[in-house]
């Protein structure tokens, strides 16, 4: 059973900067392609970023592109989100999960809360 578990979400101002860790029990990262979803209050899930295990390549929303970052190290059997530049409406529970692109795949951690506010 794949099992995820998110961590590094907080508070910070705009502007500043936040980094997301999603360990993966259970299963390898070689395998499995891996990213993270968002959901603010009142809004469905939408998808942020993909690793994809196959190719290498990566997926990222419009609306984070050039400020996110998703990285991986199969060592540590982790999953990163890197955010820069963080905005207000940024502010979400962030979810690990299996993904395709902007899609997911079926698994899901327990999410972690980012709150962006001044």
């Known amino acids: 059973q794949v099992q995820l578990t998110e961590s590094g979400g907080g508070s910070v101002q705009p502007g500043g900067s936040l980094r997301l860790s999603c360990l993966a029990s259970?299963?390898?990262?070689?395998?499995?392609?891996v990213g993270w979803f968002r959901q603010a209050p009142g809004k469905e899930r939408e998808g942020v970023s993909c690793f994809s295990s196959n190719t290498g390549s990566t997926y990222y929303a419009d609306s984070v592109k050039g400020r996110f970052t998703i990285s991986k190290d199969n060592r540590k059997n982790t999953v990163y989100l890197q955010m820069n530049n963080l905005k207000p409406e940024d502010t979400a529970v962030y979810y690990c999960?299996?993904?395709?692109?902007?899609?997911?795949?079926?698994?899901w951690g327990q999410g972690t809360q980012v709150t962006v506010s001044s």
């Open positions: 259970r299963f390898a990262l070689d395998y499995y392609s």
């Open positions: 999960g299996t993904c395709h692109g902007g899609t997911s795949t079926g698994a």
